[in-house]
């Protein structure tokens, strides 16, 4: 089974820290995807990467980045933490579009980021 | 992305079958349909998908209108361990590998 591994379930931080959100993926998918959930706003798309040093912009990028140095990881940066970041951040992967179309997405369990 | 609509929320009894509607009266030739669901304090899972025709694996089974204009995701037994929230999502081959995630249908089963 793929496995799809977020560094931590919990976290705690204080505005304006520097904040990063790690994920590795146990599959060598090429896809990978942050996102955050909210209640009444569902997930959406913060960035996502379709291959090693490439990356996209989602959704709601605004106040934050994205490294993947590596394959198997991606991580989320928070640049300057502010309160209207706390949320669960989802962190997913899929194969690339060559292994075909309709590849599904695999998630991780979730970050509850809280920022205070 | 084309838009799907789903109910809020549904109710089941264990170990009754359950369908799950969903419309997608914009859906292009290109667009596949995606089932996920989330279960409490996890991240979504993948359930199924599809295209054109209806689909079965081990979670469960998806019908695909004619006119592919909505579809039924079915549970055949539902278990209380079905009580999640339910996505339908549309994904257009040119969008890559995007999902685009609406509000879903609330599933309670109940004993």
């Known amino acids: 089974d793929v496995k799809v591994t977020q560094s931590s379930r919990y976290l705690v931080k204080r505005t304006g820290e520097k904040v990063f959100l790690e994920c590795v993926q146990d599959?060598?998918?090429?896809?990978m995807f942050w996102y955050r959930q909210d209640p009444g706003l569902g997930l959406r798309l913060i960035y996502f990467s379709y291959d090693v040093k490439m990356k996209e912009k989602g959704d709601i990028p605004e106040g934050y980045s994205v490294s993947r140095e590596k394959k198997e990881r991606f991580s989320l940066i928070l640049e300057s933490a502010s309160t209207n970041q706390t949320s669960m951040y989802l962190c997913a992967s899929s194969p690339g579009q060559r292994r075909g179309y309709g590849q599904p997405q695999h998630f991780g369990d979730g970050t509850r980021l809280s920022i205070l | 992305d084309a838009k799907t609509t789903q109910p809020n929320s549904m109710e089941s009894n264990e170990e009754e079958p359950v369908h799950l509607p969903c419309n997608h009266s914009?859906?292009?030739?290109?667009?596949?349909i995606h089932w996920y669901r989330q279960l409490p304090s996890q991240g979504p899972e993948y359930v199924i998908h599809?295209?054109?025709s209806n689909v079965n694996n081990r979670m469960a089974s998806l019908a695909i209108a004619e006119d592919r204009k909505s579809s039924t995701l079915i549970l055949h037994r539902a278990t209380l361990r079905d009580a999640a929230v339910y996505y339908c999502?549309?994904?257009?081959?040119?969008?890559?590998?995007?999902?685009?995630f609406g509000e879903g249908t609330q599933l309670t089963v109940n004993p």
């Open positions: 914009t859906i292009s030739g290109t667009d596949y």
């Open positions: 999502i549309l994904r257009r081959e040119t969008s890559g590998s995007r999902l685009t």
């Open positions: 599809g295209l054109t």
């Open positions: 599959m060598d998918h090429e896809n």
